[in-house]
């Protein structure tokens, strides 16, 4: 009689076992899984600030009291501190008048509208045309374009290293309060194939 009794309780055991494993493998049958990225993009900074014209060898005094064909040191370039590769452009604005000068032999010349300085341009930039009369007539702009992407923190060469005042005749400028102002421009390189292109978006979107 003792032996049915013992094999009831195995077999109890058994049905029990039998439950754990239908009870694990309906855990497994839920498991789930997710994933995700997140991919930061950052606006490169502004240019503003970050494009600035330097003159090193500028001296204001040594412009004070200028004669005709003083030459005076003036080396205006463009130093991109920024993070961003641009297209530089600078604009030289020139004082313009209608006045009669002297030839290296010192026949005076018949009176003609010119600019009041001359300067070389370096081989680096290559103007626009042939310049633009301001509105009120008394300067010539000149527009220039580096002819290489300028890279970030990089410089450009100067535009010119000095200045000319032309050969005039006494009288016609004594005294003249004259100024050549020199303007800088960065565009960045993406989006544009040359510094030509760039430039035209620039002076449409500024209009």
């Not at 633009?132 to 990089?154: C, F, Q, R, V």
């Amino acid at each position: 009689m003792q032996k049915p009794q013992k094999s009831n309780k195995v077999k109890a055991l058994a049905l029990g076992g039998c439950a754990a494993m239908i009870a694990i493998g309906g855990t497994l049958a839920y498991l789930t899984a997710t994933d995700s990225k997140v991919n930061e993009f950052k606006v490169a900074d502004t240019l503003q600030e970050k494009i600035v014209l330097e003159e090193p060898n500028w001296n204001a005094e040594n412009a004070q009291s200028m004669v005709p064909t003083q030459t005076v040191a003036k080396d205006p370039k463009l130093v991109n501190s920024s993070s961003v590769d641009v297209y530089a452009v600078m604009q030289v604005a020139v004082p313009y008048k209608s006045v009669s000068i002297a030839s290296a032999d010192g026949t005076v010349q018949p009176a003609t509208e010119m600019d009041l300085f001359t300067y070389a341009v370096d081989s680096a930039w290559s103007e626009v045309g042939s310049g633009t009369l301001s509105e009120d007539g008394s300067k010539m702009i000149h527009t220039y374009l580096y002819n290489t992407p300028l890279a970030a923190g990089a410089e450009t060469a100067t535009i010119f290293d000095e200045v000319t005042l032309v050969n005039v005749i006494d009288g016609q400028i004594d005294g003249a309060d004259l100024t050549i102002d020199v303007d800088g421009f960065a565009i960045q390189t993406e989006g544009f194939s040359n510094a030509g292109d760039a430039w035209a978006a620039y002076q449409k979107q500024n209009s």
